[in-house]
């Protein structure tokens, strides 16, 4: 059983009868579900993963003080820490009295600070470049069981995708890094004789283009250890995973460097398409530089585009 399942059962059996028969009065104020940290919370958890932090549990989010007190808070956190310890085979550890780091009672607010830095997910243009695209999947990610109170669903679906502006600063961002690390710095490395920095060439490719590719699906990038899982799963340029994996996982030895660059000007030229399907771009060429200053040329906010082109990195 996969963590998100063992969580929504364990809250099914457990949590909600426990909730609703010691605590009604505040059933209407509480959701329950399993989001933030950890593969489970994506739905990436296996055999491996199971070696820490996999356990029965749930994330029990409430409303500031005013709304729910720290009194009720600690009754919760007791009675959620008296829950059992087991389910289908799988044993909880020891509970904290807020019944550990990622499960357990939780401060909406707390929650989605300690993530994207703003308790209610209000967040500036500014706020929303700077931040990293794996905290704002950990605020997005997982299943929200209940939320008859609907603070916790209303600040997700705020963050569920970046304003416009935003994406298209880190699109243009990216791409550029695309040409400059395989259109052109990967070839001219080779020709120095220089391997070791043709490889870091190609990786910084692969990164930026796996950027691009979620950024073009309008989802964000997780931790970069399930990146590639993630990618695989989407719904647009989903199949470039192979190549950039093979890009990474490769040396230029025995003439494969010709064939990586042939592979990232293939790469290229799907992202060219998909940017021109999107109208991302008004370029009508190979080159991926005048692409990234077409897209950055399309951001609303004078502001935020004549930033440097950049400042997304």
């Known amino acids: 059983m996969k963590g998100l399942e063992l969580a929504r059962a364990y809250y099914e059996q457990y949590g909600r009868p426990m909730l609703q028969s010691q605590f009604p009065a505040l059933c209407p104020l509480l959701a329950a579900g399993l989001a933030g940290s950890g593969s489970e919370c994506f739905g990436f958890d296996d055999e491996v993963s199971r070696d820490h932090d996999f356990e029965p549990g749930f994330c029990l989010f409430l409303p500031d003080e005013s709304v729910v007190s720290r009194a009720d808070a600690f009754q919760l956190e007791r009675a959620y820490?008296?829950?059992?310890?087991?389910?289908?085979?799988?044993?909880?550890?020891?509970?904290?009295?807020?019944?550990?780091?990622?499960?357990?009672?939780?401060?909406?607010?707390?929650?989605?600070?300690?993530?994207?830095?703003?308790?209610?997910?209000?967040?500036?243009l500014m706020d929303w470049l700077r931040l990293p695209d794996s905290a704002l999947s950990e605020a997005v990610n997982g299943e929200i069981f209940d939320d008859p109170y609907g603070e916790v669903t209303r600040i997700r679906d705020a963050v569920a995708r970046p304003p416009e502006d935003v994406r298209r600063k880190k699109l243009a961002a990216h791409v550029l890094m695309m040409a400059?690390?395989?259109?052109?710095?990967?070839?001219?490395?080779?020709?120095?004789?220089?391997?070791?920095?043709?490889?870091?060439?190609?990786?910084?490719?692969?990164?930026?283009?796996m950027q691009t590719v979620f950024l073009l699906n309008d989802v964000y990038m997780p931790y970069y250890k399930w990146c590639f899982r993630a990618m695989r799963a989407l719904p647009r340029l989903s199949l470039l995973a192979e190549l950039l994996e093979y890009l990474i996982s490769t040396d230029q030895d025995d003439g494969r460097g010709d064939e990586k660059q042939d592979v990232m000007e293939g790469i290229a030229a799907d992202v060219i398409d998909e940017l021109t399907a999107q109208r991302l771009t008004q370029a009508t060429c190979g080159d991926l530089e005048k692409h990234a200053y077409s897209i950055q040329d399309g951001i609303r906010d004078a502001g935020l585009r004549n930033l440097h082109i950049l400042a997304a990195l």
């Open 81 to 124: 820490a008296r829950l059992p310890r087991s389910m289908d085979g799988v044993t909880r550890a020891l509970a904290t009295p807020t019944g550990g780091a990622r499960r357990g009672v939780l401060r909406t607010a707390d929650f989605f600070r300690d993530r994207i830095g703003a308790p209610d997910g209000a967040l500036s």
């Open 180 to 209: 400059q690390s395989g259109q052109y710095n990967y070839r001219r490395c080779l020709a120095h004789g220089e391997t070791g920095a043709a490889q870091l060439a190609a990786i910084r490719f692969a990164e930026s283009a």
